[in-house]
């Protein structure tokens, strides 16, 4: 494992715990789409289902169970949490999510790299994964303001896709039969979905104020 991907599955798991201490520090999911929250934990249940069948790794194995339980908690706590679902902005968080899944899930059948029940598994999380942040974004160009731990975990989110291109490239270089090529397009489109929300996080950092998106 080299350093940039390291970093970039501390940064990711940093962003999900930013998360997670909104949710229990506020008790509150105001500003989260659980649109995006339930799409995550489909990429993390599709791309993580090697776990009974492969092993790679102590660190490999517990990152797939820490991201696959985390996500699907985040999840319960929208959608089963008395207190904290009351917050659940429904009537912002109206992305149709589903024709995000169904054109993965096409996507992955006519260009994979492989013709296998996992590989094909794979590509579909790749691809859902890479338009996945788009309800989430939405979202928070419909509310206008964010708060300060909802930004911070987009922002975290991003820098880790970025910390995934610089891993690639790596392995490009340093590795003779690297060809995970549907990652490395998938990555950097998800990595231009960010763009827009990049650039007005480095004004609200640089005039020190709140961040604020375009309606």
């Known amino acids: 494992m080299n350093i940039f991907r390291f970093a970039g599955d501390m940064t990711h798991l940093i962003?999900?715990?930013?998360?997670?201490?909104?949710?229990?520090?506020?008790?509150?999911?105001?500003g989260i789409s659980r649109k995006t929250q339930e799409l995550y934990a489909l990429v993390f249940l599709a791309r993580y289902v090697d776990i009974f069948t492969e092993f790679i790794s102590v660190y490999n194995t517990i990152m797939k169970i820490v991201f696959i339980a985390s996500t699907l908690a985040i999840v319960w706590c929208m959608r089963g949490h008395r207190v904290v679902r009351r917050s659940y902005d429904r009537e912002l968080d109206t992305f149709r999510h589903y024709f995000l899944i169904a054109a993965s899930l096409v996507l992955a059948l006519l260009v994979h790299e492989k013709f296998t029940f996992q590989e094909i598994l794979w590509a579909f999380s790749i691809y859902l994964e890479a338009v996945a942040i788009l309800p989430q974004l939405?979202?928070?160009?419909?509310?206008?303001?964010?708060?300060?731990?909802?930004?911070?975990?987009?922002?975290?989110?991003?820098?880790?896709?970025?910390?995934?291109?610089?891993?690639?490239?790596?392995?490009?270089?340093t590795e003779p039969h690297f060809s995970r090529w549907i990652a490395c397009v998938s990555g950097l489109v998800q990595t231009a979905l960010y763009a827009d929300f990049f650039y007005y996080y480095f004004l609200s950092w640089k005039n020190n104020a709140k961040l604020k998106l375009p309606a």
Request: glycine fraction near 8%; proline fraction near 0%.
């Open 138 to 173: 939405v979202l928070l160009q419909r509310s206008g303001n964010v708060d300060n731990l909802t930004g911070q975990y987009v922002f975290f989110l991003g820098a880790y896709r970025g910390l995934y291109i610089l891993n690639w490239i790596y392995r490009y270089f």
């Open 15 to 30: 962003s999900i715990l930013v998360l997670l201490l909104k949710i229990y520090a506020t008790k509150s999911c105001s």
